[in-house]
């Protein structure tokens, strides 16, 4: 007889440049590992809407916060991640000190 060590289990890998990078194929398997994980009707509620309040890097960042200690995230290029949550958060930036009535086409 031989003992023999179960295998590492691998963690969930999804490719953000394939079809399961889609925001709602996304939203689709957060639900299904919030339900896995035991979360109520309005947690999982929360996730879905939260999924969809924002932009895409919004949505992956999400699912990442969430679910990061399930599944690895792939992309093509790991800088592009960096490049997108560096617009993201100048965009934000620039959304909450600069109001959208202000007209600064004469500056210049």
């Given at each position: 007889m031989?003992?023999?060590g179960k295998e590492k289990r691998t963690r969930?890998?999804?490719d953000l440049t394939g079809p399961e990078g889609n925001v709602f194929c996304l939203i689709g398997t957060g639900l299904r590992l919030g339900k896995q994980l035991?979360?109520?009707k309005a947690k999982l509620q929360e996730f879905s809407e939260g999924m969809m309040s924002q932009d895409y890097t919004h949505a992956v960042e999400l699912?990442?916060?969430h679910f990061g200690p399930?599944?690895?995230l792939i992309m093509a290029d790991p800088k592009?991640?960096?490049e997108l949550v560096s617009q993201h958060t100048v965009d934000t930036?620039?959304?909450a000190l600069i109001p959208d009535d202000?007209?600064?086409s004469t500056i210049g």
């Open positions: 031989a003992i023999i969930l890998q999804i035991g979360w109520n699912f990442d916060h399930y599944c690895d592009q991640h960096k930036i620039a959304k202000e007209d600064f």
